[in-house]
């Protein structure tokens, strides 16, 4: 797992925006799901992102909750982007892909 890590590319701090979704999976079939709400600075010019996350585990309830991270921090724990909700446009092509990789795999 430690080598894992040392491969994967930290999300661009400049990439991260609000509406963005990013994933982040733990041991155990634990996933975090996070939705970006806001990105800006902090009263001492700290740039810091709020989010919803969702957190579910394999055969148990889900949680939803807001949280505040660093914008660094954020970027650190959550790598892998899987969309947003910033245009309409991309909406549509998201869920045609997933129909296309369902008749694939069926």
Known sequence: MLAAHWFK?????????V????????EGNIVET??????GRDALGIPHVTYEVSVER???AKYEERRTLGL????E??????GG?????EQ????KGAKTKVKHDA
């Open 19 to 26: 509406g963005s979704v990013y994933k982040r999976a733990h």
């Open 34 to 39: 996070a939705r970006v709400i806001d990105v």
């Open 92 to 95: 549509p092509k998201a869920d």
């Open 58 to 60: 394999a055969r148990l």
């Open 9 to 17: 590319q930290p999300a661009r701090t400049d990439e991260i925006k």
């Open 72 to 75: 660094e921090s954020f970027a």
């Open 85 to 89: 909700e910033a245009g309409s446009a």
């Open 77 to 82: 724990r959550f790598r892998e982007s899987i």
